[in-house]
């Protein structure tokens, strides 16, 4: 009798808790797993326009991040999707049975990343400011740099916040943040694998560049419907954001990257004006985007509709 009395299950054992230390440590691991496409190239800076010294590609010193004007999203990406990955986990933890996640866990989440991130930036930007040449154009370079490094710190403690709350609506925000990044992440983890047949490793991770940001936002949608006003706006918006942004991504890149030009600032901005035009009225991308939209959120919407009723018909049975 005893025997069986020790080896019964303790109903009145207390829930594993998710503490600001637990989270803290969540953060900072996914800080450092969101890095991971630049981590396996060997982590040489991108040469630089503005370098004082002529160097080699493989001479070029180790950053944490590849700053450079061609490599703007992909900088967003990897100080981003980490943070909004710990975030959702947060989110995933607290429907966990026997797992209690503290009012505190976010916060200790964002220390975690912020640690990281303090370590990242500082590496990279004082080596990118070690080897510019003493020009103004080099200090412009430089602040441009910073604020992309803060604009992706930014954007991914906001995305963490918003895939931890506790709304369906902040969830479908934070799935807007991490659908307009996700897409050039993975192709630049697929990029530095050098495997037989990396052809169509490539073209797999373009397809998914194209065609993961609207299903994921359309997932994001169907997931959390759209009876409240709230809702409704936030599907609006991530929607509205995944027509508008990656056409500015490319008008700001081709800019960036358009040498030539550099020194007309008026036929940089008309070149770069015609290319967001261009991009925004493609009607192809549009529509075929909003197709994947609509149908990702009607079948995760479905899905959860059977997923509930079958739930209540085993509640009611006798």
Do not use: K
């Not at 052809?199 to 373009?206: I, K, Q, S, V």
Request: hydrophobic content about 60%; some cysteine; charged content about 10%.
């Amino acid at each position: 009798m005893s025997a069986q009395v020790h080896d019964a299950p303790d109903a009145t054992r207390s829930p594993t808790a998710v503490g600001p230390l637990a989270a803290a440590g969540l953060g900072a691991a996914a800080a450092v797993l969101s890095l991971l496409p630049w981590l396996v190239t060997g982590m040489r800076l991108p040469l630089q326009n503005l370098w004082a010294v002529q160097t080699a590609p493989g001479d070029m010193p180790v950053s944490l991040l590849p700053l450079s004007q061609y490599d703007l999203v992909q900088v967003l990406g990897l100080l981003a999707l980490g943070p909004a990955a710990a975030g959702l986990v947060l989110r995933v933890l607290r429907h966990v049975p026997r797992v209690e996640v503290r009012p505190r866990a976010v916060l200790g989440a964002v220390q975690g990343v912020l640690v990281v991130h303090a370590v990242v930036a500082v590496q990279s930007l004082g080596v990118v400011a070690g080897g510019l040449t003493h020009r103004t154009a080099s200090q412009a370079y430089l602040a441009v740099m910073m604020a992309v490094v803060v604009t992706g710190v930014l954007l991914g403690l906001a995305a963490l916040a918003l895939l931890a709350a506790r709304a369906r609506a902040a969830l479908v925000l934070g799935t807007g943040v991490v659908a307009l990044l996700v897409g050039r992440w993975v192709y630049a983890l697929a990029a530095p694998v050098g495997l037989p047949g990396q052809d169509h490793l490539y073209g797999l991770a373009a397809w998914c560049g194209l065609w993961l940001p609207p299903a994921l936002v359309g997932a994001a949608v169907g997931w959390a419907g759209v009876r409240t006003v709230g809702r409704v706006g936030a599907a609006a918006v991530v929607v509205l954001a995944l027509w508008v942004v990656p056409p500015v991504v490319t008008a700001v890149e081709f800019v960036a990257g358009y040498r030539v030009a550099m020194r007309y600032p008026a036929e940089l901005a008309a070149a770069g004006t015609q290319v967001l035009q261009a991009a925004l009225g493609d009607p192809v991308r549009i529509g075929a985007q909003l197709v994947v939209v609509a149908a990702a959120a009607g079948v995760v919407a479905a899905g959860m509709a059977i997923v509930a009723h079958r739930a209540r018909g085993i509640r009611t049975a006798p």
